[in-house]
Structure formats: C-alpha cells, structure tokens
C-alpha cells in the first residue's frame, strides 16, 4: 500500500504517538528469518523478535506450514464444553517443558488476557478453600502486566494507567528493585537489592495475610526497560509468599519460551511460583495466543469444589485454544526442540552482553543491563523531554537497517533466538553509531 499519511488516518495505532508515526511512517511489508523488508525495500535486522514474539525467526517453514494445514482441516472448534484434539496436545507438550508442579493449562488469546485470569485464578483458589476474604492483589512499581483491568490495577507504569480513574480496588504495590546508585552497568543479575522483598512483609503488617490473595511480578520487568532481578529477591518474594499463604504469579510473557537461555525464567532464577502467564513466544508471534501454567494445588481446589456437572470456573474466551494457534504451538515447540534454540540463546547471552557493555562511556549512556538474549542502554533524558533522546536513536537505528524498541529513555534488544555472533555485531554496532550522532 501506499504510505501517504491520507492512508493511514484510519488505524488508531496501539501505544504509538499516532500524529508523529502517520507524519513519517514505518512500515514493515514482508519478513524472513532475522529480517524484516521495509516498505521502501530495505533489509532491517529484527532487534526485537516483533516484540519479544518471534523466537524461531519470522516465517519459519515448519511453523507456516503448521497453520496453512490447520486453515485447511479444522478452521474453528469451540471449547465451551466442547474440544478439539490439538488443545489438548498442545498442553502436554507446553508443560512437558515447566516445571513438574505447574501442569495445568488455560488458554488465552493474550498476555493481558492472560494475567487477568491468573487474578481471577488466585480469588476463586482462596474462595474455594474458604478463605474469600483475601481479595488484596500486589503488584510492583514499574511492573508492566499488560492492558486489561486487571492487568494495569496490578501494574506500575504510571503512563498505562493515569488515563482510566481508580480501576481495580484492593491492590497495592511493592517499590521496584532499580537503583542506579547501587547497579549501574551491571552484568547479569544485580548483588544489590535482595532486601526489597522484606517490603511483602511490610504490606502483610499493613493488611493481613488473611486478606492477600496474590502478588504478580516479572520475574525480569522487560516492557519497563529491562530490570532484572537482584539476586535472591525472587526467592525472598517466595519464601514471603508461602509463609503467609499467598500465592506467586510470575508474568513471563516475555520471558517465557527460551529468552533467557531456559524455556523459562523460573528455570534461569530457580524459582517456582504458584501461578505463571505467558503468551509471545508460546506461538512465536505467528497466531495470537496466551496461558496460565498453573500449579495442580491450584487447579483442583478449583475444579473440586463445585458441585459434578456445574461449570467450576466460569471464566474463558471465545478463542481459547483457537485449532490455528495450537497448530502454531505445536509446530513453535518442535522447532524449539529440533533447532536448539534455547541453548543457542544461551550461547549468544555471552556476545550480546559483551557488546551491549562496550557501549559504557558513550555520549549520554548512564546504564547498560542485560540477562540472556536481552539487553537495555539506557540514555540520560533530555530536559523537560522525557524519551526524546532515546525515540531518536530508534529511529536513527531503523533507517541505518536495524528494529530496536524504545522505552522511555532505553532502547531495549530482544532478538530472535536464532541470532548469531556476526548480527549480534550489527546491531550493537548500529546502535552505538546512532548514539555517538544524536545529542
């Protein structure tokens, strides 16, 4: 299509400043493993896996041919009392590769959709153990857990959530674990910060325990700019958590399927929560899905309360567990297994992290953070323009032949599974020539 900004006035874009995108758009036409072609024909290396989606690299054979077949034979099959045999495969094999406890599964369409019935999980398990006064949910400051009410009650990125009033009642926040002062330009998880968790503890003065159903945090915060954990925060939270029979929620929708060299962050952090979220790489991007791992504890103090032949949990989707999104999982995890992926992420942990640090000492970088395949640069602000250093960078990156993403003031790297030492070379390379030049 054409890229006149007349063209585009009818798409009301997601988290884009619209006026300033349809001036000057991007757009993104066709894609082929780490590469995207442009509207305009050029080759732009995937920085970001679409966004943190697309693990196998874009188009891959197995997974196209997957969904082309599923079109085919069985387009749409109800779940609501109802099912079709892909779900059910699909679950197996999604928790094959969790750990033990968490063997249970619900589908989504989404990561928001997702952490919302993860909520909604935690109040129905207490409710149906007899303990319905716990309500309270907990998330963190800085915590992204994507766009539902839920979600963004939960949630702490104050720009996700000034627009919609009060939201959710009944939850609170634990302080964020970044501080500069104490972690800059660290390498993998932060010495600093452990004791943060005692926050719980503070939270659980404040209100009882017996009236906190959850506490839901990433286990690493990416959409905020890529904090990763402190060590032994996250074990604290669960030690917290179980003492006071609360249950933990670990959002990995974007650390889920192979990110930080595991097929899970509890795995990389050695760190089992009660309940997990995942979506992106579930179906590496190509048809939308998202699940709740949940722990079988959880599971049958819901599914055994109910009376036989009552409907135990009267939540769900339309699309939950859509035969096209299964075929695309399915084919996704064989692609996983077949090609490695996980180890190679693992593999390229080391080279993303070396380059992403030999950009300390460049014009206006105060930090550089990384874990796995994922990496931020973070940029000094510009005065009264919070982010307008760092979109301009992305930019820059974009018409040099590199996607990066932009977070506020970081620019954030997340790229396929798939990447190797030579593209891990180009992209760092692109960024840094973009910060030297942009003041």
């Keep these: ?229 402190p060590k032994g925060y996250l074990e604290k939270l669960r030690a917290i958590c179980s003492k006071h029979g609360i249950l933990l929620i670990f959002d990995e929708v974007i650390t889920g399927f192979g990110r930080l060299g595991t097929a899970f962050g509890v795995d990389a952090f050695g760190v089992t929560p009660d309940l997990m979220t995942v979506a992106k790489g579930i179906t590496n991007g190509a048809v939308p899905m998202g699940a709740v791992y949940s722990s079988q504890a959880v599971h049958d103090a819901i599914v055994d309360a109910g009376p036989e032949g009552a409907i135990e949990f009267a939540h769900g989707y339309t699309y939950s567990g859509h035969p096209l999104a299964c075929a695309a999982g399915l084919a996704t995890l064989q692609v996983y297994r077949d090609e490695s992926l996980f180890e190679n992420a693992a593999r390229m942990a080391k080279p993303l992290e070396d380059a992403a640090h030999a950009l300390k000492g460049l014009p206006n970088v105060i930090d550089v953070r990384n874990y796995g395949l994922v990496g931020a640069v973070e940029l000094a602000p510009r005065d009264g323009k919070v982010g307008a250093r760092a979109y301009e960078v992305f930019v820059r990156c974009y018409e040099a032949g590199v996607l990066t993403r932009q977070t506020g003031d970081t620019i954030a790297i997340s790229p396929p599974l798939i990447i190797n030492e030579q593209q891990i070379g180009q992209l760092f390379d692109t960024l840094a020539s973009a910060i030297k030049v942009t003041k």
Excluded at 56 to 64: D, Q
Excluded at 98 to 107: D, G, K, Q, V, W
Excluded at 173 to 182: D, I, K, M
Aim: a neutral charge.
């Design 1 to 229: 299509m054409d890229a006149r900004p007349n063209d585009l006035a009818a798409f009301w874009m997601p988290f884009t400043a619209n006026r300033q995108f349809k001036a000057a758009p991007r757009l993104l036409v066709a894609a082929e493993g780490m590469h995207y072609t442009s509207h305009d024909g050029r080759q732009v290396l995937d920085g970001t896996a679409g966004l943190c989606c697309v693990n196998a690299g874009h188009a891959h054979p197995s997974i196209v041919d997957a969904i082309q077949k599923q079109a085919k034979q069985l387009d749409f099959a109800p779940t609501f009392q109802m099912g079709h045999p892909l779900a059910f495969e699909l679950a197996n094999a999604a928790t094959a590769i969790a750990p033990p406890s968490l063997n249970r599964i619900f589908y989504t369409n989404s990561g928001s959709e997702a952490v919302d019935t993860a909520l909604k999980m935690a109040l129905a398990y207490h409710r149906a153990r007899g303990e319905g006064a716990r309500t309270r949910l907990i998330g963190r400051a800085r915590g992204y857990h994507g766009v539902g009410f839920g979600g963004i009650s939960v949630g702490g990125i104050a720009g996700n959530r000034k627009a919609f009033g009060t939201m959710l009642g009944g939850v609170d926040h634990l302080s964020h674990t970044h501080a500069p002062e104490h972690q800059a330009f660290t390498r993998g998880q932060p010495e600093w910060g452990a004791h943060l968790a005692d926050e719980l503890e503070k939270l659980v003065a404040l209100h009882d325990a017996s009236t906190i159903a959850a506490v839901i945090v990433e286990p690493l915060a990416g959409s905020t700019g890529v904090l990763v954990p």
